[in-house]
């Protein structure tokens, strides 16, 4: 077997607001990460992801700036991490290109995020759309990273991720050889959604079968990073509940998700487990429980987003991060993608 060197890729698009679902779901897993110095980190924003849908090109310059503000702020730090942003390294694009030409339309359109992101129109969204889970290959190959952290409705993609370093390791399996990569050019990569405490999906305060998401309507569903403490304690307190008094046991949330979602949240906040919450919360109606998830939420969201803006009013220094990340980042990309070439037969 070929040994690839422990390497995290992860990416989020700048596409909308940056909320708690994204945070607990991916940005703290990449902080947890960074300590562990056995993996090189790589964080990217991803621009080029975001387009696939329509962007007002200054809204997306600004949410580029707010994102990477956002990692800054929870704790990615560009000295022990590689963060840019994807379209400043155009080898994203390039290996995007020849895996289009590995992956299959058929497995493109078996994506359920394409089929509920397309609807009823999917003869009308981008051609991006469609292809987008092929460049998100190309983003975590294009290192050969074998971990990814993030939340669960990454999971298909990641899986169509060693569907296409398979097919292209089985395709050109004699020309790896030759070209003296062994056995196996890509390697498989391991998603990393369960890890630690941490919930693998934060759900809408409103309804607790449906993701907490940027791209809901109501501000009120989500938790922003950047929302401040009055902001946090109004939504936190309109939350939907239910009647009943909070279980003592995991097995009382049954049939209760939006009880389950504030306490797992309550849980990621205090980096414990939803059972220890219970412990302490067990038997207490929700007023009690939600005024301390409140204390919780403003104690460990308010000085990210007194962070982010702070570091928004720095646009020269988080370009700066950016473009030494890019060109860290380049410099790791441009060898692999001139192998690629070799191996599928372009002159070089
Ligand atoms: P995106 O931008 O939709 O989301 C970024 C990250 O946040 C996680 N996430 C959540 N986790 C828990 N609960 C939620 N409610 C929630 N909402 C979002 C996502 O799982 C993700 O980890 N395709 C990716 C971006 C991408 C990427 C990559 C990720 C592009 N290339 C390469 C990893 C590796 C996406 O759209 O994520």
Redesign the pocket.
């Known amino acids: 077997m070929t040994q690839f060197t422990k390497r995290v890729?992860?990416?989020?698009?700048?596409?909308?607001k940056i909320?708690?679902?994204?945070?607990?779901?991916?940005?703290q897993?990449f902080v947890k990460l960074q300590e562990d110095k056995s993996f090189e980190n790589i964080y990217?924003v991803?621009d080029m992801?975001?387009i696939t849908v329509k962007q007002d090109p200054k809204i997306l310059r600004k949410r580029t700036l707010e994102l990477t503000a956002t990692y800054l702020a929870s704790g990615v730090d560009p000295e022990q991490s590689i963060i840019f942003n994807?379209s400043r390294v155009a080898q994203h694009a390039e290996l995007g290109w020849i895996f289009n030409c590995i992956a299959r339309v058929g497995w493109m359109n078996r994506m359920t995020?394409f089929k509920d992101k397309a609807g009823k129109n999917s003869e009308n969204v981008s051609l991006g759309l469609l292809a987008?889970?092929s460049?998100?290959?190309a983003?975590?190959l294009l290192y050969n990273?074998t971990h990814?952290?993030?939340?669960?409705?990454?999971k298909q993609?990641?899986e169509l991720?060693r569907d296409i370093a398979q097919k292209f390791n089985n395709d050109y399996a004699d020309e790896i050889k030759q070209h003296g990569f062994g056995d196996q050019f890509f390697c498989l990569t391991e998603p990393l959604?369960n890890f630690g405490n941490k919930?693998?999906?934060?759900?809408?305060l409103r309804d607790g079968s449906k993701?907490?998401?940027?791209s809901a309507e109501s501000d009120m569903t989500?938790i922003n990073m950047n929302d401040d403490s009055e902001m946090l304690a109004k939504k936190l307190k309109k939350a939907k509940t239910d009647q009943d008094a909070l279980p003592s046991e995991m097995a009382g949330l049954e049939g209760r998700p939006e009880a389950r979602n504030l306490i797992s949240i309550f849980a990621a906040l205090d980096d414990t487990d939803s059972q220890s919450v219970l412990n302490q919360f067990g038997g207490q109606q929700f007023r009690e429980f939600k005024a301390a998830l409140i204390d919780l939420a403003v104690a460990e969201i308010s000085p990210i987003g007194d962070e982010i803006n702070r570091l928004m009013k720095e646009e020269a220094y988080i370009d700066q991060v950016l473009k030494d990340g890019a060109d860290r980042a380049r410099a790791l990309a441009e060898p692999l993608v001139q192998d690629v070439k070799k191996i599928i037969g372009f002159m070089v």
């Open positions: 890729f992860s990416g989020i698009k700048p596409s909308g909320h708690l679902g994204n945070y607990l779901g991916a940005i897993k990217c991803v992801h975001a994807q995020q987008y889970p460049l998100m290959a983003d975590i990273a990814v952290p993030v939340g669960d409705d990454q993609h990641l991720c959604i919930p693998v999906r934060v759900m809408s993701k907490m998401s940027s989500r």
